[in-house]
């Protein structure tokens, strides 16, 4: 176990991404403790304004992306710079990733359902990042053998097998196998022979006139759902707090 740690965490070429990591995961966690301290009205701390205008905290997560990705390419892969600048570019992808929903709607919706997104962009990147830091790489190139590695025919042949299988899971509708697919292709090549959830490109190309088909897929998403979606709301208000409860709506009035 120390060998294995030693060899494909802290070796000194995989320090600074362990490091960005960690300071991602750090950003999220108290950013979350901050926001719902703000939501309650408790602890010294507010929303940042500036003339009137809510300074969101993807804007200074911007900035530290920035100055954090520019500075690791322009520094040594090894060194106190690039360890430095790797602490920045996850402070700041944490901030803009907290909110993830607000950038893809365009709108505050960060204690609303839509704002349980940037909680699961959180959760896929930080568990991507951590199989790259146990030693796995995109398209399943670490499976290939040292003499594999050499001949480039290999290497394309795999990257192209696995991205297929990443590509086929995606248009059946299994977003999260897809991308998890990319870093380990077991997943893919699962999400690639399982049927398609209905509604999905796959389902409307291929499904049409099979109405078995159809009906099982719609089943099994069915019973999917039902066996997850509970857990994992719990699973997300745990982590990023419960969002607000939608007003209800009133029926119009038809006299």
């Not at 995989?14 to 939501?39: E, N, Y």
């Not at 954090?68 to 520094?75: L, P």
């Not at 997943?187 to 190309?205: D, E, H």
């Not at 998403?221 to 709301?233: C, K, S």
């Amino acid at each position: 176990m120390g060998h294995w740690w030693t060899r494909n965490i802290i070796e000194p070429g995989k320090l600074p991404l362990l490091l960005a990591l960690a300071s991602f995961v750090l950003t999220f966690v108290i950013t979350r403790i901050v926001v719902r301290l703000i939501r309650a009205g408790k602890g010294p701390f507010g929303n940042v304004k500036a003339g009137g205008l809510h300074v969101h905290h993807v804007v200074p997560g911007v900035v530290l992306t920035v100055i954090g990705g520019f500075g690791s390419v322009a520094s040594a892969r090894h060194g106190f710079g690039s360890a430095m600048f790797a602490v920045v570019f996850g402070i700041g992808a944490g901030l803009v990733l907290d909110e993830f929903a607000l950038i893809l709607h365009l709108d505050d919706v960060y204690w609303s359902e839509e704002g349980r997104k940037s909680v699961e962009v959180v959760v896929v990147t930080a568990a991507l990042v951590g199989l790259m830091l146990s030693g796995f790489m995109p398209f399943g190139v670490n499976d290939l053998s040292d003499e594999e590695l050499q001949d480039r025919g290999s290497v394309i042949l795999s990257i192209g097998v696995n991205f297929l299988f990443a590509l086929m899971a995606l248009g059946k509708g299994k977003a999260r196998m897809a991308i998890f697919g990319v870093v380990v292709p077991f997943v893919a090549l699962v999400g690639a022979i399982r049927l398609a959830r209905p509604g999905s490109p796959w389902a409307k190309r291929f499904y049409r006139r099979r109405p078995r088909a159809r009906a099982k897929s719609s089943l099994r998403a069915y019973r999917h759902d039902r066996r997850w979606a509970g857990p994992r709301r719990a699973f997300q208000d745990w982590i990023g707090g419960k969002p607000d409860p939608e007003p209800v709506r009133s029926l119009p009035d038809r006299r």
